[in-house]
């Protein structure tokens, strides 16, 4: 089936504008990720959906950063007032996360969305 | 805090070698192990995992074996191809669909 999409693949964007960034789950997922991958950081949890709430997000860097999550699939992380040390790729992931299946914990990635403030 | 830590790179090798990429982990708890693979301009794959101590998981040639005593969970192949050239990243998350915390990531480059 269709595994995890990101859109856009790339954004570039001015210092101090808004971005919103959408991540679709593999269908049938109830837990969602989002990670940021960068030079001199890794890869960093940012946050994490159960259904449409967020039991974790202790990885948003400041107050700039949100998500949501509607309809306990689609998401969009949105940068407010983007900074040059925001860019990064920033990638969704998706999980069953039911009880019960085996591969609950196993997290599957999209290609991510690369974004470049300039 | 949980922390994975992985062996410095970058790693060079001929076609034909032996592979092992170490990883080490601390963690509370019985962790769920993962090995994630980055190829040249593509997004992340899992490459395989273990959910239990003693566990072995293997895809593509490669293996990594979940050892408790130890808390280490190394990559391992009889004979890598230059295909294998990528970026590979240990992870570990806690039971209960938890966030993944990765190591630094170390890059393999094979050469012919």
């Known amino acids: 089936g269709a595994g995890v999409s990101q859109s856009p693949s790339n954004k570039v964007t001015e210092k101090g504008k808004d971005v919103e960034l959408r991540c679709d789950p593999i269908?049938?997922?109830?837990?969602l990720y989002w990670y940021r991958q960068s030079l001199g950081q890794g890869l960093e949890f940012l946050i994490y959906?159960?259904?449409?709430?967020?039991?974790?997000k202790s990885g948003l860097p400041s107050d700039r950063f949100s998500a949501e999550r509607t309809g306990g699939s689609v998401s969009t992380l949105t940068i407010q007032r983007t900074q040059q040390e925001d860019s990064a790729v920033y990638l969704c992931?998706?999980?069953?996360?039911?009880?019960?299946?085996?591969?609950?914990?196993?997290?599957?990635f999209g290609p991510g969305t690369r974004l470049t403030v300039l | 805090g949980d922390s994975v830590t992985q062996m410095e790179g970058p790693v060079t090798l001929s076609e034909e070698a032996c592979l092992t990429i170490?990883?080490?982990?601390?963690?509370?708890?019985?962790?769920?192990l993962f090995w994630y693979v980055q190829y040249p301009g593509e997004g992340l794959q899992l490459l395989l995992k273990?959910?239990?101590?003693?566990d072995k998981g293997s895809n593509k040639g490669f293996e990594a074996t979940y050892r408790k005593e130890t808390t280490s969970f190394h990559l391992e192949k009889g004979s890598v191809q230059v295909s294998d050239s990528a970026v590979y990243f240990c992870?570990?998350?806690?039971?209960?669909?938890?966030?993944?915390?990765f190591g630094q990531g170390t890059r393999l480059t094979i050469n012919p």
């Open positions: 273990a959910t239990k101590a003693d």
């Open positions: 959906f159960q259904g449409n709430s967020a039991p974790d």
């Open positions: 269908s049938g997922h109830t837990a």
């Open positions: 992931a998706s999980s069953p996360g039911r009880r019960g299946l085996a591969d609950r914990d196993t997290q599957y």
């Open positions: 170490n990883c080490t982990y601390t963690a509370t708890g019985y962790p769920s």
């Open positions: 992870a570990l998350s806690g039971k209960g669909a938890q966030k993944l915390v």
